[in-house]
């Protein structure tokens, strides 16, 4: 097996649309090759209805998946990590400022990157070469690079909750405590926006260094148009448009409805990290930071102006103008 030198990468902060991600372009790949996937609920047929069904007892959900004939690269890595190419020395608080809990940084949380899981091919593990996609991100010359971002106080009050019915304590539980007992208010500026921070800050970095290579693409747009975003992530991964008839048809297929019927007919939820068959899919999430009120909204504003993020990238929708005058005074 050759090892992977460079390879496109799809980003994205937790609870940001990852399992969307994964399996809407999974399902593309598939659909892309002759395969068949049936609708769950509506019994609609997908694709070549001779071709082979989609294999959802064996998915696992990468983090890379082979998208040869769907992109021109044979790899893509969909999940969570640093930007490739980032330097620590290049933010004064980076190195000093640890992630609350492990999985922001796949490809620098000391895995066995020579077996590294892999989707959507007849493999099931194949080697990255970390050090050489590194360098090569790093002097502008990796393949595209793209990061689908959520609001920060979405992003923790999604993670709070998913974390209070997690199977590992390593995420249920903080400091020893349960994470039910905890303070929203102490997640937030003790453990959330700090990890947020370190891992979009990289992108940041990278994105204005090298704008052409890094691409940041917020979730909240991604979800109000799915198809739309999804072919310009994808064009940017492809370094090229395409055109991708089928592309419609494996978001919708991706649809929360959909996938929680999946997760019924297989007797557990898709990322295997909830407790009594519980999903993790949010069918009608609504406004995530509605528990947060206005004061703390504008000091979690400030808090990451301060550590050199560009509070414009994010929508405030909620922000009274009198607490956003008074941040960016």
């Known amino acids: 097996m050759f090892s992977v030198l460079s390879l496109p990468i799809l980003a994205t902060v937790p609870r940001s649309g990852t399992w969307f991600l994964r399996y809407a372009i999974s ?17 609609r047929t997908f694709g070549d209805a001779a071709g082979p069904a989609f294999d959802f007892q064996s998915f696992r959900g990468g983090p890379l998946f082979h998208v040869q004939g769907t992109l021109p690269d044979d790899h893509l890595f969909i999940g969570h990590t640093v930007c490739p ?55 502008g010359r990796g393949r595209p690079i793209v990061l689908v971002y959520r609001n920060p106080l979405a992003q923790a009050v999604s993670y709070f909750r998913y974390g209070q019915n997690h199977r590992d304590t390593t995420y249920n539980s903080l400091k020893g405590r349960p994470l039910a007992a905890v303070a929203l ?24 260094r090298y704008p052409a290579q890094v691409r940041l693409v917020p979730y909240e747009r991604l979800m109000a148009q799915p198809v739309e975003v999804l072919a310009g992530i994808l064009d940017h991964l492809a370094g090229t448009p395409r055109e991708r008839p089928q592309l419609a048809d494996a978001v919708w297929l991706a649809r929360p409805e959909h996938m929680k019927a999946i997760e019924k007919e297989l007797g ?6 909830r407790i009594d068959r519980d999903s993790h899919i949010q069918v ?46």
């Open 268 to 273: 557990r939820s898709l990322d295997g990290t």
């Open 185 to 208: 208010r102490d997640y937030l500026f003790d453990s959330a926006l700090p990890s947020y921070a370190k891992q979009f800050i990289s992108y940041q970095t990278l994105a204005e």
């Open 27 to 43: 399902f593309l790949c598939h659909l892309d090759r002759g395969g068949r996937i049936d609708d769950r609920l509506t019994g």
């Open 284 to 329: 009608s999430p609504g406004r995530a930071d509605a528990r947060i009120d206005d004061r703390t909204r504008a000091e979690a504003i400030a808090f990451l102006n301060r550590l050199g993020l560009d509070i414009s990238l994010f929508d405030w929708p909620l922000v009274k103008p009198a607490a956003a005058a008074t941040v960016a005074a």
């Open 85 to 139: 190419g980032f330097a620590a020395s290049d933010v004064d608080w980076w190195s000093r400022t640890p992630f609350h809990v492990p999985g922001y940084d796949y490809f620098h949380e000391g895995m066995n990157y020579r077996y590294t899981p892999i989707d959507l091919a007849a493999y099931r593990y194949t080697p990255v070469r970390v050090r050489a996609l590194e360098r090569a991100a790093s002097r």
